[in-house]
């Protein structure tokens, strides 16, 4: 409901302050955030975030682009010597998921400690040393020890940055604000690609090319530290914390901005949400928390099989299909065009479906373009399957990131998406070494034939188990 104007006697304001007060809950907060109509400064903010996530996904997919210069540096090899060998192309993979995990898994709970601005702004900083370092490392072992420190740092920032959308943003364009995140992340793919295609090959100041392509990503995320200073924190999640004067302020501050943008006076907020007492870890395993979890772990760990088997691992798969390593950059690059395009489709779809019917839609799409791509050696066919692939791959990407942190009550939606988020570097550790065992023993088609079994699973989790979210407000669905 609207709040009374003020009267400027003393006595009148200091009831009205009172009043205000007491009106002020977890619930209020929420709608009058839903409230919000779109105006500028509410995608201003979904850009601000947006512009972090480009360096963090530029971050997480140089990794198979990078690949052969390090190889050709004899910096890592290209074969695993043993299952788990530390010397090939897996274990550097491998050491970025496994601080991922540990970044998800243990340090989840930060964000809903300590606030998403404060770890959201402190984790780039991490990440950013830790890849800076690891770009002047000569062995394997350096080499993925630092890699192994940027992804705790990457880990943390991936889930708070999920949750910070969620809770800032109307819940009409929770959809398409993930969307744009990611549409603006991915973005950052074919700049990856084209940096390695023109870099990995050669040398310049003594450094090789691959070193190149990790500072230009590092040194771009300190300019993001800076932009995000001017984010405010998450009302919804001071509101959960007991300090609903401070996000009074901050969504009183944010709520004049917006009304000025449009024009009229704001709609009327819905009737607030009777939100239960602040969940714990423990209430992720009771109803209806419990079917949640469960899916999404069965989700995560599946994939993260068909997401990265594939993106990780594209120059590599493309030369065991004959094409050579230059070759196998330019069309790396051809089909990482197609990384933000997936998401831009989002803005057109992200909120008119559910969340699941659209992953499980493009799973099934990603499943018939990987078998294809396997079995093509013509280069036009092998370049427009990829494309598919990572199309399908990035629209599932932007959906679920929005769907899992809409699950979740505020009070734990940091830890508990870092929980189920982090099964899926868990999956990706030891899903390297698969593939590369499966690449070395039964080629490209044995590849997407493990890849297919695991989105199929994925198919069945989000079908069966996947309750819906969309336009229905965060506390609703915390209930």
Same mark, same amino acid.
């Given at each position: 409901?609207?709040?009374?104007?003020?009267?400027?006697?003393?006595?009148?304001?200091?009831?009205?302050?009172?009043?205000?007060?007491?009106?002020?809950?977890?619930? &209020?907060?929420?709608?009058?955030?839903?409230?919000?109509?779109?105006?500028?400064?509410?995608?201003?903010?979904?850009?601000?975030?947006?512009?972090?996530?480009?360096?963090?996904?530029?971050?997480?997919?140089?990794?198979?682009?990078?690949?052969?210069?390090?190889?050709?540096?004899?910096?890592?090899?290209?074969?695993?010597?043993?299952?788990?060998?530390?010397?090939?192309?897996?274990?550097?993979?491998?050491?970025?998921?496994?601080?991922?995990?540990?970044? &998800?898994?243990?340090?989840?709970?930060?964000?809903?400690?300590?606030?998403?601005?404060?770890?959201?702004?402190?984790?780039?900083?991490?990440?950013?040393?830790?890849?800076?370092?690891?770009?002047?490392?000569?062995?394997?072992?350096?080499?993925?020890?630092?890699?192994?420190?940027?992804?705790?740092?990457?880990?943390?920032?991936?889930?708070?940055?999920?949750?910070?959308?969620?809770?800032?943003?109307?819940?009409?364009?929770?959809?398409?604000?993930?969307?744009?995140?990611?549409?603006?992340?991915?973005?950052?793919?074919?700049?990856?690609?084209?940096?390695?295609?023109?870099?990995?090959?050669?040398?310049?100041?003594?450094?090789?090319?691959?070193?190149?392509?990790?500072?230009?990503?590092?040194?771009?995320?300190?300019?993001?530290?800076?932009?995000?200073?001017?984010?405010?924190?998450?009302?919804?999640?001071?509101?959960?914390?007991?300090?609903?004067?401070?996000?009074?302020?901050?969504? &009183?501050?944010?709520?004049?901005?917006?009304?000025?943008?449009?024009?009229?006076?704001?709609?009327?907020?819905?009737?607030?949400?009777?939100?239960?007492?602040?969940?714990?870890?423990?209430?992720?395993?009771?109803?209806?928390?419990?079917?949640?979890?469960?899916?999404?772990?069965?989700?995560?760990?599946?994939?993260?099989?068909?997401?990265?088997?594939?993106?990780?691992?594209?120059?590599?798969?493309?030369?065991?299909?004959?094409?050579?390593?230059?070759?196998?950059?330019?069309?790396?690059?051809?089909?990482?065009?197609?990384?933000?395009?997936?998401?831009?489709?989002?803005?057109?779809?992200?909120?008119?479906?559910?969340?699941?019917?659209?992953?499980?839609?493009?799973?099934?799409?990603?499943?018939?373009?990987?078998?294809?791509?396997?079995?093509?050696?013509?280069?036009?066919?092998?370049?427009?399957?990829?494309?598919?692939?990572?199309?399908?791959?990035?629209?599932?990407?932007?959906?679920?990131?929005?769907?899992?942190?809409?699950?979740?009550?505020?009070?734990?939606?940091?830890?508990?998406?870092?929980?189920?988020?982090?099964?899926?570097?868990?999956?990706?550790?030891?899903?390297?070494?698969?593939?590369?065992?499966?690449?070395?023993?039964?080629?490209?088609?044995?590849?997407?034939?493990?890849?297919?079994?695991?989105?199929?699973?994925?198919?069945?989790?989000?079908?069966?188990?996947?309750?819906? &979210?969309?336009?229905?407000?965060?506390?609703?669905?915390?209930?």
């Amino acid at each position: 409901m609207p709040y009374p104007a003020h009267d400027t006697t003393p006595r009148a304001t200091e009831t009205t302050r009172a009043e205000r007060k007491a009106e002020l809950s977890i619930g &209020t907060i929420g709608a009058r955030l839903d409230r919000l109509p779109p105006t500028k400064s509410v995608w201003k903010m979904v850009a601000m975030l947006s512009l972090g996530m480009f360096f963090e996904v530029y971050d997480l997919m140089y990794t198979g682009y990078i690949a052969p210069g390090l190889v050709k540096s004899g910096v890592l090899s290209q074969s695993t010597h043993g299952m788990f060998g530390t010397t090939g192309i897996a274990s550097f993979i491998a050491a970025l998921f496994c601080g991922l995990f540990i970044g &998800t898994l243990a340090c989840g709970s930060l964000a809903d400690r300590f606030g998403r601005r404060a770890i959201f702004t402190y984790a780039l900083l991490g990440y950013v040393t830790a890849n800076t370092v690891m770009a002047f490392q000569d062995t394997a072992l350096g080499l993925n020890i630092w890699r192994f420190v940027a992804g705790l740092g990457l880990g943390v920032e991936l889930i708070t940055i999920g949750a910070y959308i969620s809770e800032l943003v109307p819940k009409e364009i929770r959809g398409r604000a993930f969307a744009m995140s990611q549409a603006v992340g991915f973005s950052a793919v074919p700049l990856a690609a084209f940096m390695s295609y023109l870099l990995v090959p050669t040398s310049f100041l003594g450094l090789d090319g691959w070193r190149w392509v990790v500072l230009l990503g590092a040194q771009g995320g300190l300019f993001v530290w800076l932009i995000r200073l001017g984010l405010p924190e998450s009302p919804r999640w001071l509101a959960q914390k007991g300090r609903l004067t401070e996000a009074d302020a901050i969504l &009183t501050k944010f709520e004049a901005k917006v009304e000025r943008e449009y024009g009229a006076p704001l709609p009327t907020p819905a009737e607030p949400e009777a939100v239960a007492v602040r969940a714990k870890f423990r209430d992720m395993w009771r109803k209806p928390l419990g079917k949640r979890t469960v899916m999404f772990i069965i989700f995560h760990v599946c994939q993260t099989v068909g997401y990265y088997g594939f993106a990780s691992w594209v120059p590599t798969l493309l030369i065991k299909q004959g094409i050579t390593v230059t070759q196998s950059l330019m069309y790396s690059s051809i089909i990482a065009i197609a990384a933000p395009i997936g998401p831009l489709i989002g803005l057109l779809i992200a909120d008119r479906f559910e969340r699941k019917t659209i992953i499980v839609a493009m799973s099934l799409v990603s499943v018939a373009c990987g078998i294809l791509f396997s079995q093509f050696r013509d280069t036009s066919m092998l370049v427009a399957m990829g494309v598919c692939l990572t199309l399908s791959g990035n629209i599932i990407s932007y959906t679920y990131h929005a769907y899992q942190t809409e699950l979740f009550p505020t009070s734990i939606r940091a830890r508990a998406v870092g929980f189920v988020y982090s099964w899926s570097r868990l999956s990706a550790i030891f899903s390297a070494f698969l593939i590369a065992d499966i690449l070395k023993h039964f080629g490209v088609s044995g590849v997407f034939m493990f890849i297919s079994c695991a989105i199929g699973i994925v198919i069945l989790s989000i079908g069966l188990l996947g309750p819906k &979210t969309r336009n229905i407000a965060l506390e609703r669905l915390s209930k």
